[in-house]
């Protein structure tokens, strides 16, 4: 059982970055009028996945919250069939703010947008290659645009050369989507090495997902009205498929402190240049160079990268070579993002040894059983960072007058929000367990909020050889979430079925 995908089927930012389009802006709307709402989208030139000859200069593509699909007069039997998580939202109540981390200074109270009246029905993200944004904003929003829709806000980016605002390298580590459904995987199927290539329907609702199942999305009857627009379900060949070839948007607006970030670290190494560098790149996991891990590569992958490296290389490795923490702590960004683990952890080679593992014995690591296995929470990112550049050094400097704000429009792209961006948001970067520490939670996105049984979460430890661990603490918040919400990204299909509601 199973579907090849239709690459016209399928929004263009999912399968692209559309990394050579270097400027963007993300319109959060209003739905003003339905009926001029479905004219406007019947006519809106969205970019699906086909490969072009010739790479497009220009790009639109539309999402919307579950609160605007109702907007836009959808069946109550078609919302329905959305997850929870959707149809609630972000910020629906104190237990998922709690969860994501979005209490006090990040608390949805305070955001500038995702709640109330300022909680948007559609995102529509425009991208354009240097110089045609203004132009194709222009084209985008005319008459029909201001009778269908309320600007509630227009999120901006920046093009920072390839690093977010703390001067890092960004975009290296991303899922490699198995567009060609290749990967073999069934509710009884166990990894034993950890494996960069995800299952298409961890991405992309109507496939199978790294269970070897379908994740539930909106299925019509053949006799509901305009079911003939949709495909027919993979899984369910008599019933029409909503969400085949759309996916989950998750949008957050993350205000980045770079100069208390830069600060921060002068004053805990007395500021000594080079100890202030590698002190971030123990923080981040990840030279502040090159964006190359501070995990220790394996031989063969050394080998195999030579002299000319490449993010889809430096991207191959684990931190099998590294189960102390020594290189790369425990409680570093990308650890914690992306534990680079398999269902059996420790890499068991042979079916005695798997046998083994499996069973509890072998090898006593007591680490390999703290983290879950990483192949069922994995996020593709698509966002962008918004603000002027400020070098390290810079932002040593007090801040101006009238500082602008720095920061990523973080966009994440998931099949199922809460296995997938809750559990990461939740049980790795915000958690102060993670894997057996205290005291700590992300070092970057960390809110640094007191909890029960853990009065201090503003910690930072790097495991030392020999001797005892080495502990920053009094770390403060860096980031903090200025708005967030959750949308469905329509496949074209999808979209056909939205315009003709009603008619």
């Not at 959305?82 to 237990?95: I, K, T």
């Not at 534990?339 to 006593?364: V, W």
Request: hydrophobic fraction near 35%; charge should be neutral.
């Amino acid at each position: 059982m199973g579907c090849v995908v239709d690459y016209g089927e399928v929004q263009g930012l999912v399968r692209y970055g559309h990394a050579r389009m270097t400027e963007a802006c993300y319109f959060l709307v209003k739905i003003r009028s339905a009926f001029a709402a479905r004219a406007w989208l019947a006519r809106a030139p969205i970019m699906s996945a086909v490969e072009l000859g010739h790479p497009p200069q220009t790009a639109l593509q539309i999402a919307f919250t579950c609160p605007g699909l109702d907007a836009l007069e959808v069946p109550r039997k078609v919302i329905l069939g959305f997850s929870l998580e959707f149809r609630s939202g972000m910020a629906a109540d104190q237990n998922r703010s709690t969860r994501l981390g979005d209490v006090d200074a990040n608390s949805p109270s305070y955001w500038k947008w995702g709640t109330g009246a300022r909680l948007p029905h559609a995102v529509v993200m425009l991208f354009a290659e240097p110089g045609l944004l203004s132009q194709w904003t222009q084209t985008v929003t005319g008459d029909l645009w201001k009778a269908a829709f309320e600007e509630i806000d227009c999120l901006p980016t920046s093009d920072l050369g390839g690093r977010e605002p703390f001067g890092f390298v960004d975009g290296i580590s991303q899922p490699e989507i198995d567009w060609d459904q290749l990967r073999k995987v069934t509710v009884n199927c166990y990894e034993r090495t950890f494996s960069n290539i995800v299952s298409l329907g961890e991405f992309v609702l109507g496939y199978a997902n790294e269970y070897g199942r379908y994740t539930d999305r909106p299925l019509l009857d053949t006799r509901d009205r305009g079911s003939s627009e949709l495909p027919p379900a993979c899984d369910d060949p008599g019933r029409r498929d909503f969400g085949r070839n759309g996916t989950y948007l998750v949008v957050r607006q993350l205000e980045q402190d770079v100069r208390g970030f830069w600060q921060f670290l002068d004053r805990a190494v007395k500021s000594d240049a080079q100890e202030r560098r590698m002190l971030a790149g123990l923080m981040v996991g990840r030279a502040l160079e090159d964006g190359s891990p501070l995990a220790p590569l394996s031989p063969e992958l050394i080998a195999g990268i030579g002299q000319q490296s490449n993010d889809r290389e430096l991207n191959r490795f684990t931190y099998d070579l590294d189960s102390a923490g020594i290189h790369c702590p425990f409680g570093a960004h990308i650890r914690r993002a992306n534990p680079r683990n398999a269902d059996i952890q420790g890499a068991p080679r042979g079916l005695l040894a798997t046998l083994l593992r499996t069973l509890g014995f072998g090898d006593k690591n007591i680490r390999y059983d703290l983290v879950a296995s990483t192949r069922f929470h994995r996020i593709l990112r698509r966002g962008r960072e918004y603000g002027p550049k400020l070098t390290p050094d810079e932002a040593l400097a007090p801040p101006q007058q009238n500082e602008p704000n720095r920061g990523l429009q973080f966009v994440a792209i998931n099949a199922n929000i809460q296995r997938q961006f809750e559990f990461v948001q939740n049980a790795w970067l915000m958690r102060t367990k993670f894997d057996g520490l205290t005291e700590e939670s992300d070092p970057l996105l960390g809110n640094r909020t007191p909890i029960a049984g853990c009065p201090l979460t503003n910690t930072f430890s790097i495991p030392q050889r020999g001797t005892v661990r080495r502990r920053i603490t009094g770390v403060p918040r860096f980031v903090t979430v200025q708005g967030g919400s959750y949308f469905f990204m329509p496949g074209l299909s999808a979209l056909r079925y939205l315009t003709k509601i009603g008619s």
